[in-house]
Structure formats: structure tokens, C-alpha cells
């Protein structure tokens, strides 16, 4: 997966297969796709830093939001 902006959780089939904080944004899916058609789902969810201004958060960029750059799916 590309970069997000915060924390990454992937699912396959409805079983998450972790969550990544920061890059690299690479999830070991071994056991987790069937033969056939499959769901992936990824979430991505950000700190409240970026909703609560105020004290020294007030001075944080605000970074963007969500996937910024392309997924790839590697089969080995």
C-alpha cells in the first residue's frame, strides 16, 4: 500500500490482516484470500489532533487525509 495518513487498518474477507501506524504500509495477507472473488477493505482513520486546535496542537500541520497513493497487490 502507498502512503496513508494515519493509521492503516486491511481486511480481507472480514479478517483484518493488521494495522500499520506508519510506513512501511505492508500487510502479510498469507491465509487470507480464497480462490474466486475476495473483499478488501482498508481503513483509514486519523489522531484527533487534527479536529482539537488548541495548546501546542494549534501549531501542528495539518497533514492530508486517507490513502494519498496508489495500493498494489504482490502475489508471491
Known amino acids: 500500500m502507498g502512503a496513508s495518513y ?4 486491511v481486511f ?7 494495522v500499520k501506524i506508519s510506513p512501511s504500509y505492508r500487510f ?6 480464497k480462490d ?3 473483499d478488501l477493505r482498508i481503513e483509514v482513520t486519523n ?3 487534527t479536529v ?6 494549534q501549531y501542528l500541520t495539518i497533514e492530508p487525509f486517507g490513502l494519498t ?4 497487490l504482490l502475489k508471491s
Do not use: H
Not at 28 to 33: A, E, I, P, R
Not at 52 to 57: D, I, P, T
Open 6 to 9: 494515519e493509521a492503516a487498518e
Open 52 to 57: 482539537f486546535r488548541g495548546g501546542l496542537n
Open 47 to 49: 489522531t484527533l489532533g
Open 28 to 33: 502479510d495477507t498469507t491465509g487470507l484470500f
Open 12 to 18: 480481507i474477507n472480514g479478517q483484518s490482516a493488521g
Open 36 to 38: 474466486g472473488e475476495n
Open 69 to 72: 497513493e496508489g495500493i498494489k
